[in-house]
């Protein structure tokens, strides 16, 4: 059986550094080549690393021959938040990161690539309740118009070159190992920062603003089942509505308040409940739990239990 050898690209980042990790564990460390911008972060030294522009496309290619990478994984982007600052290096990165990888995966017969849409793709008109996986898609966000433009990119370079590109709708992500890089739904991972270090947190977002979101070992189960799928169960070459639970500011708060009673949290919404506001309240993944077997496994309580017992070691580390 031939060997896989995989390039994550864009692997100090939040999902980046934990979907390596568990990538080596299933590959072997020498078998999945760690890449970013950034230096590399320190829980990925058990492995090798290059430093590497996805927007250098030559450079990208020639890292991609030496390494003989048969699988891409393409994590590399500007989020939501960071986007409406700088809608016109966003789209830039968005846009020629995918299309670099795309092109490459086609001339080199890559195997697999992974790259994650958003919930950012739906806008204000889509449904705010159980947004299913077909409806009106009209982002307002550069951010969300980047991930539809992308989906419909993977799509086109399946049916035109039948390049095997997979892809996700992820929620908003929260994890304890990596911090987030700009996204509207960091307050949910902000928020426990604050309350193991200060006990109090003022939220960028209203108290009722409600959004999709899943912890992040369901997120990287989920990646790696999709990726793992046969071939002829992947119906959706756009991406994949992903879905694990919904809440707002005011609920994660009491979550974490019957861990730590004394937390307190108050609220001085910004720019970024705007684009809170055109994203719906919750997603439907029905056709990911019917197509690859889908199933996620935390819920509020079990997730805040789980963030509350590691993430103080991680913060102690860190001093
Ligand atoms: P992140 O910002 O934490 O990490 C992105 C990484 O890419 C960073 O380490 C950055 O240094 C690197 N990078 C930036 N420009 C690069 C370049 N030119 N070349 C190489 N590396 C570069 O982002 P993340 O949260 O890990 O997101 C990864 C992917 O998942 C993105 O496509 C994002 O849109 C998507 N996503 C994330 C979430 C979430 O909640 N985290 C939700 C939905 C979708
Ligand atoms: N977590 C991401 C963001 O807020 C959603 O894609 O930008």
């Known amino acids: ?87 016109g290096l966003a789209w830039h990165l968005n846009m020629q990161g995918l299309l670099n990888v795309l092109d490459i995966a086609r001339e080199e017969n890559l195997k697999k690539v992974y790259w994650p849409s958003s919930i950012a793709v739906f806008g204000p008109t889509s449904p705010k309740q159980n947004c299913p996986q077909k409806t009106i898609i009209e982002p307002t966000t550069v951010y969300g118009i980047s991930k539809f433009a992308g989906e419909f990119w993977c799509n086109y370079y399946h049916l035109k070159y039948g390049v095997d590109v997979r892809s996700l709708r992820y929620p908003g992500l929260i994890s304890y ?81 019957k861990h730590i009673p004394e937390f307190e949290i108050s609220y001085d919404p910004d720019y970024r409940q705007r684009i809170a506001n055109s994203w719906p309240q919750s997603v439907d993944d029905a056709v990911a739990r019917a197509d690859w077997g889908w199933k996620h496994e935390y819920d509020l309580a079990t997730m805040t239990e789980d963030m509350l017992k590691n993430l103080p070691e991680i913060l102690q580390s860190q001093d």
């Open 177 to 257: 190992k990596s911090e987030p890089g700009g996204g509207t739904t960091d307050y949910a991972v902000e928020i426990f920062h604050e309350a193991v270090e200060e006990k109090k947190y003022v939220s960028f977002l209203e108290e009722d603003t409600y959004l999709p979101m899943m912890y992040m070992p369901d997120a990287i189960k989920a990646t790696i089942e999709l990726m793992e799928a046969p071939a002829e169960n992947i119906t959706i070459r756009t991406s994949y509505n992903l879905s694990a639970m919904s809440f707002s500011p005011k609920e994660i708060s009491a979550e974490i308040k």
């Open 1 to 87: 059986m031939h060997k896989e050898k995989i390039l994550v690209i864009g692997a100090s980042g939040q999902i980046g550094v934990e979907l390596t990790l568990a990538l080596r564990k299933i590959y072997g460390a020498n078998n999945v080549v760690a890449s970013d911008l950034r230096e590399e972060n320190n829980l990925l030294k058990g492995g090798p690393y290059v430093s590497l522009d996805v927007m250098n496309k030559e450079m990208l290619h020639v890292q991609v021959i030496r390494q003989n990478i048969t699988q891409i994984y393409l994590l590399a982007a500007m989020l939501s938040a960071k986007g409406e600052k700088n809608p």
